[in-house]
DNA sequence: TTGTAGGCGTTATCAT
DNA sequence: ATGATAACGCCTACAA
């Protein structure tokens, strides 16, 4: 690879000169920024970025950290960030944190240590303590999905308690009142937040909040059959259900088909976030959406902002779910 | 953020010597890697990885170009390449090239600026001229789900037009003779394969090609529904259909659903990939598995292999395709 | 075993 | 407008 010294020499200009054309801001004659662009031309001289960023202290890149690369939910939270970002010339550096403390830390470090520029962060293991600190460090970070009070106006998240509630008081406005609620890890905030939603809800029809009504899934397929057996074992008059998201809302209709459930009638299901394929599946699943392509802009946006001086960016920082009806769920 | 010159001075050594206990390769003294491990800890010093890469022309972190960052394909390969990379120590930085040639010029750019030791491609715009020259240059590169000639022990691919073959086969002995197949872009390798394999059952089969059963569909939903209607429009006899990949085949069942169509007895549908969601649909979908998961951890391997000395990795350079027998396709 | 010093490819601060 | 030259933070011969 040419190095600016090369082109410098073939361009009969010193090293100086040939960055400012690197750097469109300085000034330079019409004819010398010709000279010069010929000769990188020449040479295809690329500038090597790591370097840039080591003189410059900025990479132009934007760490982000999700907990896995797979899965409809991080695929368009990434591709929201990124598509904004690339927009405005900035890349993203993105690793993964696997829910993990540690390795949610270690991601963490290997951005900071790639001299990124800003971190946009969905982390669940970690503090808000930690958080708190490590806002406090010189590289700018910004939280997904996650409201950290001391740290709101970082923060791009979503109602998540108005979503719960809305799940429930779609299912109660339709005449159920034995309602099963599969939620997420209670680790996380966002289940509790949901759980929390559907609490409401039950409260404001008057209808108990019931254990024996209520499992913690894992946010996958296996969660959603485990919790529907569990569920109906433990109340055989069940009609309805809500799933803190839409794969194990998946993976219940899955159970309850397979056990000889007619959907909806024989059981209504409603899930959470709207993903991709919530309107592939039969019955198509009546759910909460859950705008996460758009906060990955917004959040993009955030980072552009605050950090590279973008004027006219409007900041939303906490989105509100809506109902998204299809045919999961029935009248009672 | 302290530097190696800091953590020297607090434990009164040589930058030298700091630099070879972090890379604990060389020999240092207990007594001094104890002192220097202490000041490390005490100023909580982190290497800054960007001047490691300058220093040492490596980065330990491999580049990965995918088309998007969203979807269940992309999504596996990502998570296939990243978990085996994650477990050697060594890091992605991952970017788009939205399938078109100049992104994915400029996403491969991008990454070799960044001092990647390797490179690991999804590209689909760009030509088999390009990746040779590419593949000339100093930075290794190996590609993923495409087939390339000249640079064949660098890709990990899927056999697709045994794929495409396997499908119609599958169908045909279900006793389908009218049968329709929906592809993908043609401008994809990928595409080309497997209707080429499609032929090939027909041919076995002595079944004719027709055109008017073949449609050129853009691998998403909406190429299922518009294929399908196509289709049916052109012949109403169709009994079966085959789809280039899942997600056409998912269109395909809605919109035939739509149309008043029992699954499958009204109409056979095969998809193809075996995405994660082709086991929640209704029926649920028979494909042909593509096993890109373990195709991204071969990848990963072929790159720690052959860039960083790893010893005892098997490669296998293309992976065959198999059927997955599940409900959407029935006898005749 | 440990230290010295030059270099990695840029940027940025001075001069000129 | 252009050119020297010192950083940036680390690695790595070469010396000691």
């Known amino acids: 690879m040419a190095t600016i010294y090369e082109v410098s020499k073939l361009a009969g200009v010193s090293l100086a000169t040939v960055s400012r054309v690197m750097n469109k801001n300085t000034r ?3 004819k010398t920024r010709k000279k010069v662009q010929d000769a990188m031309d020449q040479l295809g001289y690329r500038p090597n970025s790591i370097a840039q960023s080591l003189a410059s202290n900025r990479s132009n890149s934007i760490g982000i950290l999700v907990s896995e690369l797979h899965g409809p939910f ?5 591709s929201g960030i990124e598509s904004e970002l690339r927009a405005a010339g900035k890349h993203v550096i993105i690793t993964t944190g696997h829910s993990e403390q540690e390795k949610e830390i270690d991601g963490i470090e290997f951005l900071l240590s790639r001299n990124c520029d800003a971190l946009i962060l969905h982390v669940e293991a970690v503090s808000d303590e930690y958080l708190i600190e490590l806002s406090k460090k010189s590289t700018p970070i910004f ?6 009070e001391n740290l709101k106006d970082r923060c791009i998240s979503l109602n998540n308690e108005m979503g719960g509630y809305l799940a429930t008081k779609t299912l109660i406005e339709k005449g159920h009142s034995a309602i099963g609620f599969i939620g997420g890890p209670e680790f996380k905030a966002d289940s509790r937040s949901r ?5 409401r809800a039950l409260k404001e029809f008057n209808l108990p909040f019931d254990d024996k009504l209520y499992f913690e899934g894992d946010f996958k397929e296996t969660g959603g059959i485990a919790g529907l057996r569990t569920l109906i074992k433990n109340n055989d008059q069940l009609t309805a259900l809500a799933c803190a998201n839409d794969e194990m809302a998946s993976g219940a209709m899955k159970y309850a088909r397979e056990h000889g459930y007619n959907l909806p009638e024989g059981l209504s299901i409603i899930g959470f976030d709207n993903i991709i394929y919530a309107s592939y599946l039969y019955p198509t699943l009546t759910t909460i ?10 959040a993009a946006k955030l980072a552009l902002k605050s950090v590279y001086n973008v004027k006219n960016l409007k900041i939303q920082n906490i989105f509100e779910p809506t109902v998204i009806e299809r045919n999961s769920v029935g009248s009672v």
């Open 143 to 148: 939280i997904m999905s996650r409201y950290v």
């Open 195 to 199: 759980l929390q939603g559907h609490r």
């Open 28 to 30: 330079v004659s019409e």
């Open 74 to 78: 991080f695929g368009q939270m990434m």
């Open 289 to 298: 959406h859950n705008p996460i392509y758009e906060m990955g802009h917004m």
